[in-house]
Structure formats: structure tokens, C-alpha cells
């Protein structure tokens, strides 16, 4: 099975920057779509950034000029660099990969803006 584990993350200052990972293990294809999704306190997990297999990204209205994603298909990972952090960015980012028609989920890391 396909095992998903981010890294990176912690506390910044508002107006910072941060560099998240995720590191793809098992049956893995250069046809899948991997990304990242986010989920605040009290609120639904929602979409953040999508990269396919050919290096095509995708990225929600919030983070769109402040965030890039990444890939490196030889390693299996992807990469988030988050730029001009917001308080309103505050949550646990969770990795993601969809092959198949299925997603695996990361187990999150939590990433905390505030001064």
C-alpha cells in the first residue's frame, strides 16, 4: 500500500515563509496526482495545491501567488513552499496522493501562524 509522511512545518511569525514535504513509499506511478489539503480547528479539510505526475500545478484562490508546489518523481515527494503566511493559514496540512481512482492520506502536520 501506498504510505504518505510530511515533515516540515512548526510556528511562524505572520508574514514568514515555511517548506513542507511529503515523501511517497509503495506502488506508486508517474500518472498519479499528489497534493496538499489543509483543516483548521472547527472547520472542513479544504484544498490547497495539486501537482500532477508531469508537473502541472494546481492551487486554491487563498494561496495562489504566495504558495508553490513541487515535485520530484525520481523521490517520490513533493514539496510545499509557503510564502507570506497569514494567521487565516493556520492548520494541519495533510499530503496527499490519488492513483487509481483512490486517495492516501498523510497524518498531517500542523503548522501555526501567529505572532
Known amino acids: 500500500q501506498v504510505r504518505l509522511v510530511e515533515s516540515g512545518g512548526g510556528l511562524v511569525q505572520p508574514g514568514g515563509s515555511l517548506r513542507l514535504s511529503c515523501a511517497a513509499s509503495?506502488?506508486?506511478?508517474?500518472?498519479?496526482?499528489m497534493g496538499w489539503h489543509r483543516q483548521a480547528p472547527g472547520k472542513q479539510r479544504e484544498f490547497v495545491a495539486t501537482i500532477s505526475g508531469g508537473g502541472i500545478p494546481v492551487y486554491a484562490d487563498s494561496v495562489k501567488g504566495r504558495f508553490t508546489i513541487s515535485r520530484d518523481n525520481v523521490k517520490n515527494t513533493i514539496n510545499l513552499q509557503m510564502n507570506s503566511l497569514e494567521p487565516e493559514d493556520t492548520a494541519v496540512y495533510y499530503c496527499?496522493?490519488?492513483?487509481?481512482?483512490?486517495?492516501?492520506w498523510g497524518k498531517g502536520t500542523l503548522i501555526t501562524v501567529s505572532s
Open positions: 496527499r496522493l490519488t492513483q487509481h481512482g483512490v486517495n492516501t
Open positions: 509503495g506502488s506508486i506511478t508517474s500518472l498519479s496526482l
